[in-house]
């Protein structure tokens, strides 16, 4: 089984940038749809980015297009997401987690394993 942790978080000034990690222990990474999900002080966990099997396809939640891009690197298990043009409203606890579907891919149920989180704080 794959087990899932979030590095790359911290304090950055608004329009400033972020790249977070997730590395996966264990086999096959590569069966693994790869998402990230963030949950701001009081609200829900909610969909970020996904990313195919081999690198695409990728989905991106609207709030985040054109600002973030997710990637993974099979051989190293690991999947990113580059954050640019940040905003206060980025601010959460940002989480990596695994499926094996594409089906239902901004969904929190969709996916069977998830990381411990790491925290984003932009400030304004």
């Known amino acids: 089984q794959v087990q899932l942790v979030e590095s790359g978080g911290g304090l950055v000034q608004a329009g400033g940038s972020l790249g977070l990690s997730c590395v996966a222990s264990?086999?096959?990474?590569?069966?693994?749809?790869m998402g990230w999900f963030r949950q701001p002080p009081g609200k829900e966990r909610n969909f970020v980015a996904v990313?195919?099997?081999?690198?695409?396809?990728?989905y991106y939640a609207d709030s985040v297009k054109g600002r973030f891009t997710i990637s993974r690197d099979n051989a190293k298990n690991t999947v990113y997401l580059q954050m640019n043009s940040l905003k206060p409203e980025d601010t959460a606890v940002y989480y990596c987690?695994?499926?094996?579907?594409?089906?239902?891919?901004?969904?929190?149920?969709?996916?069977?394993?998830w990381g411990q989180g790491t925290q984003v704080t932009v400030s304004s």
């Open positions: 987690a695994a499926a094996y579907t594409l089906t239902g891919w901004a969904k929190p149920d969709t996916y069977q394993l």
């Open positions: 264990g086999h096959p990474f590569s069966r693994y749809v």
């Open positions: 990313i195919g099997w081999n690198g695409g396809p990728t």
